[in-house]
């Protein structure tokens, strides 16, 4: 697939997120609802990590993006949505985290996808031929909010691998060996419309995506296809978007593509410090090639 897609990366904090999102979304064409009764939210809830660290859903960065739904479309039903993880309890972190109260406050419902009946999808995978999506993403217009982060197993987790957490099986940790495929397969079953990605409160270092380094690189980066939005945040994170492999596959997959088209060519030239260790990458590299190789698939 080489299609290229329209990018944007613009500059925010989290006191002027509304005003910088609205530009965002308007700047890669806008939100294309017409037709979609609903809106389904995947945020980032992957661990008990508070957002000051960059690891989870930042309230201000959810009511911002309900805001302009609200304001911009008011008649559709909005759903904010996480599943259960190996260390995730979404239904608890929903309120800890101080999501519940933005939720409520805009009129959106939250759901809980690993609660959600399934409808068998068939697809041409990698790892799977047939996954089980919820059917409240059936018909659903389906916006992808990730956080910009490093991660110990893919180099780095964004739009793509934000899908990763859609799969309502709890022990996601057994798909680790061999997550590239999966992420692959999630974003081929459940593909968002359209990806808005947190870089305000990011996350660095090699312990990523969930006990990095707290990075404020005050950006926000969006557009409709989740790979080239990825790629766009690879090059801002440091990394060749061809050598993160579920970036590559997705792309080979025809989930997406990885040529874009940044909407301000100034923001091209924004690389923001990651800190990210080589070393500890190649270690943790190999150590998920050899857990592939000594278990067998699983699901």
């Known amino acids: 697939m080489n299609k290229t897609h329209i990018v944007t990366v613009v500059n925010s ?5 509304y005003e910088n999102l609205s530009r965002a979304i308007s700047s890669v064409g806008g939100l294309r609802l017409k037709g979609c009764e ?3 939210i995947k945020i980032n809830l992957c661990d008990f990590r508070t957002p000051e660290t960059g690891a989870t859903t930042h309230p201000l960065f959810l009511e911002a993006v309900l805001r302009y739904l609200r304001e ?9 949505v996480e599943s259960d993880a190996t260390v995730a309890l979404p239904d608890l972190f929903v309120r800890w985290f101080g999501l519940i109260s933005v939720i409520q406050e805009w009129g959106a419902i939250w759901c809980n996808l690993s609660k959600q009946k399934l409808k068998r999808k068939e697809i041409e995978g990698r790892h799977f031929r047939e996954i089980g999506v919820p059917e409240i993403l059936d018909g659903s ?8 982060k490093t991660s110990s197993v893919t180099k780095i987790s964004c739009a793509l691998k934000n899908q990763f957490g859609c799969l309502p099986i709890r022990k996601k940790i057994q ?13 081929l079953a459940m593909h968002p419309d359209f990806c808005i990605v947190d870089g305000i409160i990011a996350m660095g270092g090699s312990q990523g995506p969930t006990f990095g380094i707290p990075i404020t690189a005050n950006l926000i980066v969006a557009g409709q296809d989740p790979v080239s939005v990825d790629s766009a945040c690879a090059k801002i994170m440091g990394f060749e978007p061809s050598s993160i492999s579920h970036i590559k596959k997705a792309h080979e997959s025809q989930v997406g593509s990885m040529h874009y088209h940044m909407v301000d060519k100034e923001m091209e030239k924004i690389r923001v410090d990651f800190q990210w260790d080589p070393l500890q990458s190649i270690v943790m590299s190999m150590g998920t090639r050899l857990r592939a190789r000594v278990r067998p698939p699983e699901g």
């Not at 798909?175 to 999966?182: C, E, K, L, M, R």
Request: no cysteine; hydrophobic share 40%; charged share 20%.
């Open 38 to 40: 609903s809106v389904v």
């Open 141 to 148: 217009y389906f916006i992808t909010l990730p956080k910009m």
């Open 13 to 17: 904090n989290y006191e002027t997120v």
């Open 175 to 187: 798909f680790h060996p061999y997550i590239d495929d999966v992420i692959v397969d999630v974003n």
């Open 72 to 80: 911009n479309y008011d008649n559709q039903k909005i759903y904010v």
